[in-house]
C-alpha cells in the first residue's frame, strides 16, 4: 500500500490475481470492468498477449475519493500464468495488498494450480510480503465445464484453509463480483488497521465495499 510522500491525500491499494495459465485472470478483470461501477474506473489496459495469453501484466484502475478528500486508487493486475514467465509474476506481485488466487476447476488441472499456489508462497516470501497475512481468496473458476472437481472435492482439499472460497464463471460473470467483494473486505481490515479508515474518512467496510464496486446493477 503507497500512501503517496508528495501526496499525502493519495492511497494506492495494489491487487493481483494470480494463478496457472489460462485459469481465467484475464477474463476476472474483463468481467468486472463491465460489471463494476465505481466513481471512476479507468480502461483496462493488457500490456502484450499472444494467442490469447497474458505475456507481461492486465491493469484495470479503479478509485474513489472520500468525504474527507482522501484519494483511494485501487489497481488491479493480474499476472501472467505460464510457468516461464516467472520473473514477471514476481514483479507484478511486488507490494501487493492483497490477492484473487484464480485456480481451473478441470480435474486435469490440479496439479497446476497446486504448483501454482505453491509459486505464489514462494514468491510472497521472495518480494517480502507475508504470505501468514495477506488478504487472499481462492477462486475455483470455470465451474460450467465437465470434469471438474465438486464442491465436495475442493472443500475436503481447502475447506480448512484460512482463505474464503468463491466458484465462478468467468466467462459469463458469474461469481466474479463474489470474488472481488470477498478480497475488499479483507483488505479493508488491513487498511483500517493501519489507516484508522473508520476513524478518520468516516467509511466501515460496507462504504467501502460500495465506493469501491458502486451501486449493484446485475
Ligand atoms: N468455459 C470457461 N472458459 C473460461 C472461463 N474463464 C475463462 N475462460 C476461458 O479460458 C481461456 C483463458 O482465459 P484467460 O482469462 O485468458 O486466462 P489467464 O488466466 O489470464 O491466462 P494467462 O494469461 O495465460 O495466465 C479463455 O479462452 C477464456 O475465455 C470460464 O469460467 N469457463
Ligand atoms: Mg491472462
Redesign the pocket.
Known sequence: MQNTVNTPSTLVIKLVYY?P???????NLMRLHDLLHPELIGEMMTLETKN???LFFDLLPLGFKTSSGLLVKLKLF?V???VQHDSTRKAVLSRADGVVF?ADSQRNQSINNGESFQNLAENCARVGLDFEKLPLVVQF??R??PEILSEKEILDRWGQAPWPLTY????SGEGVRETFYQLLLQVYRVIDDQYCFKEKHEMNAEDFVKAVMGEVRE
Not at 495459465?21 to 477474463?27: D, I, M, R, V
Not at 465462478?168 to 466467462?171: K, T
Open positions: 494463478g495459465a489460462l485459469s481465467g485472470k484475464t477474463t490469447d495469453r497474458t493480474t501472467p500464468g505460464q484464480v473458476n470455470k460450467d465445464l465462478s464463471v468467468a466467462l
